[in-house]
């Protein structure tokens, strides 16, 4: 499951680098479904970055690893 979301998260990693963000993989949780990230750059404080979490990394890990149930963030 690791492997397929650190696949995700670099397909992912591309749109957050042209804003000037980036976004890290720091855990799965292969029990429960949740993945860690750390979000970096102009990403890790900027307002919508919930939203960037939730409406895009989320969703689209959750389409394309029906394993993963949340992301979280971490610092």
Known sequence: MKDKVANV???IRPL???DGGDIELVGVDE???KVS???QGACKGCPGAQMT???G???KLKEEVPEV???IAVD
């Open 16 to 18: 957050l680098q042209a």
């Open 69 to 71: 149930t949340e992301v």
């Open 31 to 33: 029990e429960t479904g």
């Open 37 to 39: 990230v750390r979000l």
């Open 53 to 55: 979490l939730k409406m």
């Open 9 to 11: 998260i670099e397909t």
């Open 57 to 59: 990394v989320e969703r």
